[in-house]
């Protein structure tokens, strides 16, 4: 399907928010959607407002739910022949393991795999938490949740949370985290945001273009061969929290030039003549994270399927040849 552009210049503001906690607690809803056909992208001038960077913001751990078994004593009294007939008490155990249990493990372009059984909650939303990295997944009928996620840091934390407060903490040691430059683009709902990077002047949809629609793989990266970009969140849970995550062997890689990195926003029904707000992170050359809150306004929804490129949103990558 053809790409619908109008050339058309949009007001884009960027404000600082209060923090990333009330922030993603605050967003409205949205999906990102891109046609793949080149086509020339409409242009739209961003003037930067906030770039303070901050460390790491951390996470309140929830309270890991648990059921206890509940015992039920079934006994039988006699008034005839007491001291001959004897009658054991034989509990039935009627109760259900409700645990939620989480495991962390490092796998290749400092990745982690992030295993979740929790027996009483399958099918429901859960919320997974790493560095301020936020999103929302489902849980299978069966209660098991797998994803892989990127680390931002080489001890890395991983918290799990449910609706009800229930959840599960787990910890790796991810040692290849500074080999890389990570950048995440966070955002609520049915936002139309979308992240791309172009490699070495690669053209748009050529080898080279990383985005959602052609996303490279970790085990390439893992060779210092080029990048690739990570999409997270399930969009059809209420309210979702969604992210994309480009990462770079920037450590490790033969080739120099630069990854130019743009954020689009398709115009949509669900964004058109409103705010989207949205979150990037960054850590570049083994650095410490830093972030910074957007505040996008989408132009009138007569202009519904057109696309914006939104310059000075995130830097480009600067790759010094190893």
Known sequence: MDRKFTVRIAAITLCVALGIGAFMQSWPASSPNHAAKQAPLVLSDVQEVSSSPRGVVPVDMPVIASLPDHIVAASVSSTVEPLDIVIPETPTDTGFACDVAMTATPIAGAMMNI????????????????????????????GSLSVDIPALTVQALVVASFLDGGGAVAMAEVS?????????????????????AREFDAEYFADGHIWHGASGDPTRAATGHGGFLTAL??????????????????????????????????????????????????????????????????????????????KNIVEDLTIAAK
């Open 115 to 142: 295993d979740v059984t929790a027996p009483c909650h399958g099918s429901e939303r859960i919320t997974l938490h790493h560095n301020g990295l936020m999103f929302t997944a489902l849980m299978q009928p069966d």
């Open 176 to 196: 290849s985290v500074p080999f890389y430059d990570r950048v995440v683009l966070q955002w609520r709902g049915d936002a139309g945001l979308q992240l791309h």
């Open 233 to 310: 969140g399930t969009s059809d849970t209420p309210d979702a929290l969604m992210a994309e995550v480009y990462t770079f062997p920037t450590r490790m890689t033969d080739v120099a030039g630069t990854v130019a990195l743009t954020v689009e926003a398709e115009i949509l029904a669900s964004n058109c003549d409103s705010s989207v707000e949205a979150q990037t992170l960054e850590i570049r050359n083994g650095g410490t994270l830093t972030s910074k809150e957007l505040t996008i306004d989408v132009p009138g929804c007569d202009t519904v399927g057109d696309f914006l490129l939104l």
